[in-house]
Nanobody
Framework: QVQLVESGGGLVQAGGSLRLSCAAS????????MGWFRQAPGKETEFVAT????????YNADSVKGRFTISRDNAKNTVYLQMNSLKPEDTAVYYC????????????????WGQGTQVTVSS
C-alpha cells in the first residue's frame, strides 16, 4: 500500500506562486509514475501534470503549461508541483496520485490518491 499526503496549499493572490508537496509512505514510489489532478467545485476531476519514475518524462495540461512545473525527489519519496502566475481559475482541491506504471493523463489509471489540498487564488 502507498499513502500519499499533500501539503502546501493555501490562499494566494492572482499572479502569485505556491509549491505543493506530496509525501509518499508505506512503500517507495521510486518506480511509480506520479500525477497531480485538481477538482473545482461543481466540476470534474482535471489532469494537471504527470511525471515518470526517473523524472525525465513530464507532461502538463495545456491550461498550466509554462506556469506549473512537476518534479520529484526519489530520495525523499516526494513529488512537487511548483505553481507560478496563478489565476483565479486555478482554484481547486489538488490531489496527488500514484501508479506503478508509465505516466498517463487519466485519473482512472492511478491506484493511490492523497486526501487533497485546497488552493484558492483571489482576483
Amino acid at each position: 500500500q502507498v499513502q500519499l499526503v499533500e501539503s502546501g496549499g493555501g490562499l494566494v493572490q492572482a499572479g502569485g506562486s505556491l509549491r505543493l508537496s506530496c509525501a509518499a509512505s508505506g512503500r517507495t514510489v521510486r518506480n511509480y509514475a506520479m500525477g497531480w489532478f485538481r477538482q473545482a467545485p461543481g466540476k470534474e476531476t482535471e489532469f494537471v501534470a504527470t511525471i515518470g519514475w526517473s523524472g525525465g518524462s513530464t507532461y502538463n495540461a495545456d491550461s498550466v503549461k509554462g506556469r506549473f512545473t512537476i518534479s520529484r525527489d526519489n530520495a525523499k519519496n516526494t513529488v512537487y508541483l511548483q505553481m507560478n502566475s496563478l489565476k483565479p481559475e486555478d482554484t481547486a482541491v489538488y490531489y496527488c496520485a500514484a501508479r506503478p506504471d508509465h505516466p498517463t493523463v487519466w485519473a482512472s489509471d492511478y491506484d493511490y490518491w492523497g486526501q487533497g489540498t485546497q488552493v484558492t487564488v483571489s482576483s
